[in-house]
């Protein structure tokens, strides 16, 4: 039978025996069929028992009420949660932490720690692709999944030796883990102006918040045209059903008709009183809704979802920062957090002149790690609340599976902007350094070929690309206006589309867009892409914010062998040889036998500069 007879079974045994026994009153065979009706019922409470236990491994909560507005284990109260998050050493740790992230209270004892210790719980494995058995020209499904402040290596795939992320790691191995891919403007609004629109910020001009912020007395506005995001464009030219859980970002009103079929907007907050002497975190709130959006849907037309979560964003003004779920804090209690090489004084010396305790960077360094017992617990919540959002993952993507969807469903990972963790003596994001552009980006794709399952691709992959991979996953062409590139001919076979590269980029790359031409220096190696290859190099760009000390503005060209750093408010420029000091310490500018490299660098930074700035459709 199913869980719901299972369950009456084991609770109620004498209700099958008893009428049992009345048919067979005065019969013989009564005390025969008895033992066996009572046989049963055990057996179904064993069983019953096992599946419970193994349910509770795969995921942390206890249900889920859709009807309600929060996600619903037993919510903590408020002092509860100020209590755990201000203690370091709240519960003991566990050493098997590909369980379920949030323990069950009746799993708290000391016998199922141990049994966790001794038994490694299943991961909730990502489904293979066997797309080959659907209808390959049936509109895929989209699954963003778009974090905040999460840089690149804050990934178990990606070596971190302390974060545990089971869900995005099976994820990645069931598909493709880009490890160079970069954002072109590193702060949250941007980068998710330029998610919308696929433009750099030179073009989109979403250089502020909205709602009445003003830059040089001009209030910011959205200036692409409404019916050219991203979200206008599947639900009207592709007939998508779309939707929105989490955070936008802009703090602009929205047409949610022009845009949008479901919208949830939730920024800014960890943790929110919801009554009754409860509280709700901000992980569970995105989970609920997009799990909302997913059972809520029509089945007769294709879906795109942004699950746009607030995790692992600090709380700005809030001593503690990072306020994870009650029930993982347990989580690696007792690991100890490795300190970055360029976390010393020493490097924050080697920053620019004008960068002094003003500097916005700084300012968040002394609220987080300018003590070695700081760093510890601030990089201890910031990894629990993003192991948080691996089991928020793993949800949807059961969800997914529930639905018989999965394997028609194009899944991205990615997020809005890297993150210091005391490099170089800074916090947040905002300047062109590794830790600061580089994010995360893992694609599963039902198109993608066998031979890339399970792959890393190390191409310069972009933000401003993801506009137009959406897109062609809904079988759309790229808007002249848009500056990226479809990444899926980075990872699926060319016979798919023809029978070369080139092919490929032309079946999916607007007509009107014109690619650059090459460098004048490598011998053309380094360039923003061709008809046959990837791009070599990109621009970089982050404009002042509120004035130059608290955050100067910053640009860069970035390669693989050197980056190029342009700080415009004080005209001053910088030189990294990233293969030879990717910690990027060593700053070149003044050597002598650099100044041709530095020559051509300065050149092609101002080609770019100008193309980006310039209103010609071109791929960058």
Not at 163 to 174: H, N, S, V, Y
Not at 309 to 331: C, I, R, W
Request: hydrophobic share 35%; glycine share 4%; proline share 5%.
């Amino acid at each position: 039978g199913d869980v719901a007879t299972t369950t009456i079974l084991v609770k109620h045994p004498a209700i099958l025996i008893g009428k049992t026994s009345i048919t067979t009153s005065n019969n013989s065979k009564s005390r025969i069929t008895k033992f066996h009706a009572l046989f049963v019922a055990i057996i179904f409470a064993s069983t019953y028992a096992i599946l419970k236990q193994h349910k509770a491994a795969l995921f942390s909560f206890k249900k889920i009420e859709l009807n309600r507005r929060e996600l619903y284990f037993d919510a903590p109260s408020l002092s509860e949660v100020e209590e755990n998050v201000r203690k370091k050493d709240i519960l003991p740790s566990t050493d098997d932490i590909t369980s379920s992230l949030f323990v069950r209270k009746d799993q708290r004892d000391a016998k199922a720690k141990q049994q966790r210790r001794k038994k490694s719980i299943p991961v909730y494995p990502v489904e293979k692709n066997n797309r080959k058995n659907k209808r390959e020209d049936k509109p895929l499904n989209i699954l963003l999944l778009y974090a905040d402040d999460w840089r690149h290596d804050t990934l178990g795939a990606a070596g971190n030796p302390i974060l545990k992320t089971p869900i995005l790691d099976q994820l990645a191995r069931d598909g493709v883990r880009f490890t160079q891919n970069c954002v072109t403007t590193s702060i949250c609004w941007i980068s998710r102006a330029t998610l919308y629109s696929g433009m750099y910020l030179a073009r989109h001009k979403f250089e502020m918040l909205g709602r009445g912020r003003t830059v040089n007395g001009t209030e910011m506005g959205y200036e692409p045209p409404k019916n050219e995001t991203i979200y206008a464009l599947l639900k009207h030219q592709a007939q998508y059903h779309v939707g929105h859980a989490g955070k936008l970002g802009l703090w602009l009103e929205i047409d949610q008709h022009l845009h949008l079929d479901y919208f949830v907007d939730e920024d800014g907050w960890h943790y929110r009183d919801i009554g009754g002497g409860k509280v709700e975190h901000i992980t569970e709130k995105n989970t609920a809704d997009a799990v909302k959006f997913l059972d809520q849907r029509p089945r007769d037309k294709p879906f795109f979802l942004n699950v746009a979560y607030f995790a692992t964003h600090a709380v700005d003004g809030d001593e503690k920062q990072y306020m994870p779920q009650n029930k993982s804090m347990e989580l690696y209690v007792d690991d100890v957090v490795p300190i970055p090489e360029t976390a010393t004084e020493e490097a924050w010396k080697k920053m620019p002149y004008f960068f002094h305790d003003y500097n916005e960077g700084r300012s968040r360094w002394h609220w987080r790690f300018d003590t070695p017992e700081k760093h510890q617990i601030m990089m201890k919540n910031y990894y629990r609340m993003a192991s948080e959002v691996d089991t928020s993952v793993g949800i949807l993507l059961e969800k997914l599976r529930e639905q018989n969807v999965l394997d028609e469903t194009l899944i991205i990972f990615t997020t809005d902007n890297g993150n210091f963790h005391a490099e170089h003596g800074l916090a947040d994001k905002w300047y062109p350094h590794q830790e600061s552009i580089r994010v995360p980006l893992i694609i599963k794709d039902p198109r993608m070929s066998p031979n890339h399952v399970g792959t890393t691709n190390d191409d310069f992959t972009l933000n401003i690309d993801l506009a137009p991979t959406i897109l062609g996953a809904a079988g759309l062409e790229p808007l002249p206006s848009m500056m990226g590139r479809d990444m899926s001919i980075l990872y699926r076979d060319s016979e798919e589309h023809h029978t070369s590269a080139a092919s490929v980029s032309s079946n999916i790359t607007s007509k009107s867009r014109k690619y650059l031409p090459p460098a004048g220096d490598g011998d053309g190696k380094y360039h923003t892409g061709t008809d046959t290859s990837w791009r070599t190099e990109f621009f970089y760009e982050h404009p002042t914010h509120t004035n130059r000390e608290f955050i100067p503005a910053s640009e860069a060209l970035v390669r693989k062998d050197y980056k190029y750093f342009y700080w415009p408010d004080f005209k001053y420029e910088q030189l990294f040889n990233i293969r030879k000091d990717p910690v990027e310490m060593n700053d070149l500018f003044q050597n002598k036998d650099y100044r041709q490299k530095i020559k051509e660098m300065r050149k092609r930074f101002r080609e770019l500069k100008k193309l980006v700035h310039s209103d010609h459709a071109m791929i960058f």
